[in-house]
């Protein structure tokens, strides 16, 4: 089954990038969207045949990001935090010799610490893309909407491509990471076998 994404290409203070326009409201983790936002691709097409609608448009998309940007700078100094307390006490029980499951707490730490990383990798990459550290110099951050472009994927048993015959890494990756992303493309894939 074959899908068009819209992806609305802005400039962010003189450089070109592109964001799903679909996606991204989808994702249920807030820091999934960074992975959304992609350095322009002249190749993809510019007049679609049947694309999914625009769930982001060129009046809001400056907004939208910026807010995104403030939640992941918010969300992971939150995950820092809670990780950093759940060893602080881990450690007090076993200073003081008290059993409370070695495994449990291992096992706990390990999501945290998953949950960190992903959450400062997205803080990264938005960084990166917005030129800023942090929400106070948003300001001088300039989103401007320039034009839409189309990606077509194909969805497969093992995975999603491209249409040129490539595995997409990174929306094959948010069907198993994402459950809102996942969600929605299994009720494409319903409402194509229901047809």
Do not use: C
Not at 74 to 103: E, Q, T
Request: net charge positive; proline share 4%.
């Amino acid at each position: 089954m074959k899908i068009e994404i819209p992806y609305l290409v802005i400039d962010i203070n003189g450089k070109l990038f592109m964001i799903d326009a679909y996606f991204s409201k989808k994702v249920e983790k807030i820091e999934h969207v960074s992975v959304l936002i992609k350095k322009f691709d002249r190749s993809l097409r510019k007049d679609p045949r049947t694309p999914l609608p625009n769930l982001i448009d060129e009046e809001n998309v400056e907004y939208f990001i910026k807010d995104v940007f403030k939640e992941v700078y918010h969300r992971s100094g939150k995950k820092l935090d809670k990780r950093l307390r759940h060893i602080r006490k881990w450690n007090l029980f076993r200073l003081f010799g008290i059993p409370s499951g070695f495994k449990r707490h291992k096992e706990k730490d390990e999501e945290l610490a998953r949950e960190n990383r992903e959450s400062l990798l997205a803080l990264a990459l938005l960084q990166k893309v917005l030129g800023i550290k942090n929400p106070q110099e948003l300001e001088s951050v300039k989103i401007k909407a320039v034009e839409w472009r189309y990606y077509t994927i194909e969805i497969r048993e093992d995975g999603i491509y491209n249409e040129k015959g490539k595995k997409d890494p990174i929306y094959t990756e948010l069907v198993e990471r994402d459950s809102g992303f996942a969600g929605s493309i299994h009720a494409f894939e319903y409402n194509q076998q229901a047809t």
